[in-house]
């Protein structure tokens, strides 16, 4: 059965420093792997999706995941935090209940705090 | 493009009544499901639909009903509503033909039952 580990609910970086955030998967098959990022009182807006394609994905607003399956990590990550990038952000694998690939299983999140 | 619509925004129910969430899209999706949001256990899956008259359940669906009966349209209904479904209730869907395809979300229905 898959699942996705977040490390850290709640992670805080000045602006301008690199953004670090941190998702384990479990999964018996290959898995599809997304970021989504949430701003207060909004839904879920797509980061990126790894693919198969490329082991490393770029995403919007700067950042980008690199998918290693000997770790079974998907880490994302912002060379540069800007104050804009404040929300909440959820890992996220495919293929959850029923074994149906449109269903998602989500980590539990992690809110991301920069500082002036 | 309005993608996925979720009303009402905001609910207030009183403990053991009923209503009912409404998604709709238009992006001629196949896929449409529901998830509540609580703090602290990220999004979880209560129902999903892979088509029109075809209907699952997931992960936490005790207390909801859903139909399916258009391909636009995939109502969330709460039977008798407790304090425990107070939730922020999100509205998804993608296409099925594409393994690692992108779920589109709705903006949510905050839902506090009292």
């Known amino acids: 059965a898959q699942s996705v580990t977040q490390l850290g609910s709640h992670v805080s970086v000045s602006e301008g420093a690199l953004v670090l955030l941190r998702c384990n998967y479990s999964?018996?098959?290959?898995?599809?792997l997304f970021w989504y990022v949430q701003y207060p009182n909004q839904g879920l807006q797509l980061l990126l999706k790894?693919?198969?394609?490329?082991?490393l994905v770029k995403g919007i607003n700067g950042f980008e995941a690199e998918f290693k399956k000997s770790e079974t990590s998907f880490h994302l990550t912002k060379p540069s935090a800007h104050m804009s990038d404040a929300a909440e952000y959820f890992c996220?694998?495919?293929?959850?209940?029923?074994?149906?690939?449109?269903?998602?299983?989500f980590g539990k999140g992690t809110k991301l705090s920069v500082k002036p | 493009n309005a993608g996925v619509t979720q009303t009402p925004k905001f609910q207030v129910l009183k403990t053991g009544q009923s209503m009912t969430l409404q998604c709709a899209q238009d992006?001629?999706?196949?896929?449409m499901s529901w998830y509540r949001q609580d703090p602290g256990m990220g999004l979880r899956l209560i129902h999903y639909?892979?088509?029109?008259?075809?209907?699952d359940q997931g992960e936490v669906p005790n207390g909801y009903n859903v139909s399916r009966s258009t391909t636009e349209d995939f109502p969330l209904r709460l039977l008798s509503a407790a304090p425990s479904q107070t939730s922020v209730y999100f509205c998804?869907?993608?296409?099925?033909?594409?393994?690692?395809?992108?779920?589109?979300f709705g903006q949510g229905t905050r839902l506090t039952v009292v």
């Open positions: 992006m001629n999706h196949e896929y």
């Open positions: 998804a869907s993608s296409k099925p033909s594409r393994r690692n395809t992108e779920a589109f």
């Open positions: 790894y693919t198969s394609a490329a082991t």
């Open positions: 999964s018996s098959v290959p898995p599809y």
């Open positions: 639909s892979v088509g029109a008259g075809i209907t």
């Open positions: 996220a694998v495919s293929g959850g209940h029923g074994g149906s690939q449109g269903n998602l299983i």
